[in-house]
């Protein structure tokens, strides 16, 4: 994509940098807008990294209306997942050094030229890594490892259902439940994004526009999917209910829909299913010894080539806003990229 013109008026670089700033909730994207921000050295424990990539997640547009389950404090930089180099160390920093590559570990921070924050919210990139794919690996793919590994327990030979299968998450989820040895059904919304997603290794794809009960159920000799990955909700949630094998595992991720669905709890007592919550950052808060195993496995995996996150679009950080505004009207494909 064309890079519009900088809006970015001449300063020294060591005085100032330029972000995306949320200072207002808004439902119109109206509170937030490319800020030229004072830049501070790094303090005790602090680093300095230089932005080369950042990667957008839905999170990052629910925050800047106030309707995340995390409430940044009023105002903040957006950004979810971003990487670079380290150019600068605080005292006591004693684990990262300057020249180093590493990928940014939060929720906010990551849309802007530079970020200061706490040596323990930096992580080495993977090898094989540039900083795209780094910037774009950790929001998917630990939430794709803590859905299937730690929540569904998924097994070899099950059949997995993935929803909003052409997103970065789902993308994550297809890949590791082929890695994983699953049998991985896919669903989208158009024909261009499900030729991807079966290039990324979906065993089988559906189009959700005509339902998806009666292929599933076909494709699975009748039993159902075993395990079903859902960050749509909605009407999706609703159908997938009827399409769920005995013992089945239903991972509730999210709810791009935009609706939340309710369930009668006979339901899953009659079908003898469970409905499971995610929340990988949480799961990794509360169990940090897993937390850290989590962010292993997936640098490992990474590196090894099983999550290689698809970027669909990238935008400058003079444009960052269009970038908000693409995601917002889900044209996604993969991930989209900020660059600085």
Request: glycine content about 12%; aromatic content about 6%; hydrophobic content about 45%.
């Amino acid at each position: 994509m064309n890079a519009a013109p900088d809006p970015r008026p001449a300063h020294a670089e060591s005085d100032t940098y330029l972000a995306l700033v949320c200072s207002r909730l808004s439902d119109d994207l109206s509170g937030v807008a490319l800020q030229r921000l004072a830049l501070r050295a790094p303090g005790p424990g602090e680093v300095r990294v230089r932005i080369r990539a950042a990667a957008l997640n839905f999170p990052d547009l629910l925050m800047t209306q106030g309707k995340y389950q995390f409430e940044p404090p009023l105002p903040f930089v957006l950004g979810l997942e971003a990487a670079g180099e380290v150019v600068e160390t605080g005292p006591g920093v004693t684990t990262t050094s300057v020249g180093e590559r590493v990928y940014l570990q939060g929720k906010t921070g990551g849309f802007a030229e530079m970020a200061v924050l706490e040596e323990t919210r930096v992580r080495r990139i993977p090898d094989g890594l540039d900083f795209a794919k780094a910037a774009a690996l950790r929001a998917g793919s630990v939430t794709a490892y803590v859905s299937l590994v730690r929540r569904a327990r998924l097994q070899r030979g099950e059949t997995l259902l993935v929803h909003g299968a052409s997103g970065g998450v789902g993308m994550a989820a297809v890949a590791l439940g082929r890695h994983l040895g699953a049998h991985v059904i896919a669903t989208g919304t158009s024909a261009e994004k499900l030729a991807i997603v079966k290039a990324q290794g979906a065993h089988e794809v559906i189009d959700l526009r005509g339902g998806f009960r009666e292929r599933v159920k076909a494709l699975t000799g009748g039993r159902g999917a075993d395990v079903i990955f859902d960050p749509v909700g909605g009407d999706v949630f609703d159908e997938s209910l009827r399409c769920i094998a005995w013992d089945g595992r239903l991972l509730v991720i999210g709810f791009a829909s935009g609706r939340i669905p309710v369930v009668s709890a006979n339901i899953p007592l009659i079908k003898g299913f469970s409905i499971l919550g995610v929340r990988a950052g949480e799961w990794g808060r509360r169990f940090p010894d897993k937390g850290e195993e989590n962010l292993r496995e997936v640098d490992r995996l990474a590196s090894e080539g099983v999550f290689d996150p698809y970027i669909g679009a990238r935008f400058p950080l003079s444009q960052a806003m269009d970038a908000l505004r693409f995601l917002g009207e889900r044209r996604v494909i993969g991930k989209v990229l900020i660059e600085p």
